[in-house]
Structure formats: structure tokens, C-alpha cells
């Protein structure tokens, strides 16, 4: 299972992985946002999808199950050294990212693909420079994936 992207400029990627931030990014108050669930069963069919989150509101488990993927739960005093450890542990190189906050700035430079989304929290504007792409909600972020020329179409030289 992969994502294969040939962007004019860049090597061919494979994606494989794509690491997700729940609270911010794919969830308001710990409750996933509408189109979420079905868009990740979606993307699910071509790569493994990993849930990571220090559960501030305490509903990752439950997120999880919904999505019927696995969660990893961090520690809130490091989040964002453990994102960017997790993703390098995947492979950086096969690995995409969506996030918006701060705690996601390793995670979405270390990805071959970083995406930045402004959810209804707002992003943090080093979550924004970190990204490749910066996507004004999470369903167009997680679109992406499932419309990969749209991103050879922001992303080629």
C-alpha cells in the first residue's frame, strides 16, 4: 500500500504512513470534525494512518476506535520531540503529516510530506512555515491525499 507522487523537480516519492494530530487538526474539544471518519477509511485503503496526541480532552481512545486506527498516546511535556521521533522511526522519506500546532513543527518537517491545517483552533504560524502545504481545513488536507494532483499541482517547480 502507498501514495505514489511524481512531482516535475522532485524524485518520485512512495507514501506509506500518514501520522495525524487529533486535537486542532482532525477534532474540536476531542470530537472528530464532520467528514473525518470517512475520509480516513478512505486514505486507509492506500496507506497505514497512525493517531498521535498528548489527549488533552481524554477522547483518543475512543477516536481511535471510531477510525479504526492505533493510537499513540504522548507524553504532553515533549509532544513535539515525539512526533518528530515517531515519523523518523516510520521513515521520514515515506511519511506524510498533518497537523496545526506547535507540537507538530518535527513531525511536519520531518515528513516528505507536512501539511499545516487552519482548523477551527487556528494554526500555530510555526506549524504554517514547517509545512509544504498549508490547507485551510482537514478535510482539504486529507483530500489531498485521496486527489494526489493537487498536490503536484501546488508542489512543482
Not at 6 to 23: F, K, T
Not at 94 to 123: C, F, K, W
Not at 138 to 147: D, G, I, W
Request: glycine fraction near 10%; aromatic fraction near 2%.
Amino acid at each position: 500500500m502507498a501514495l505514489i507522487l511524481e512531482i516535475p523537480g522532485r524524485a518520485p516519492v512512495s507514501i506509506e504512513h500518514l501520522v495525524l494530530d487529533l486535537n486542532g487538526t482532525l477534532a474540536l474539544d476531542g470530537r472528530l470534525l464532520p467528514g473525518v471518519k470517512e475520509t480516513i477509511a478512505e486514505i486507509s485503503k492506500s496507506m497505514k494512518v497512525h493517531l498521535l496526541t498528548a489527549d488533552t480532552h481524554g477522547t483518543g481512545g475512543a477516536v481511535a476506535r471510531e477510525l479504526g486506527i492505533e493510537l499513540h498516546r504522548l507524553d504532553p511535556d515533549n509532544g513535539a520531540a515525539q512526533k518528530g521521533d515517531f515519523v523518523r522511526r516510520l521513515g521520514a522519506g515515506r511519511t506524510a503529516a498533518i497537523g496545526n500546532g506547535v507540537n507538530d513543527v518535527e513531525m511536519l518537517r520531518e515528513a516528505v510530506l507536512g501539511i499545516a491545517v487552519v482548523g477551527p483552533e487556528g494554526a500555530a504560524t510555526k506549524a504554517l512555515l514547517a509545512a509544504d502545504i498549508v490547507a485551510e481545513s482537514p478535510l482539504t488536507a486529507l483530500n489531498l491525499l485521496l486527489h494526489p494532483k493537487r498536490i503536484v499541482a501546488t508542489l512543482r517547480w
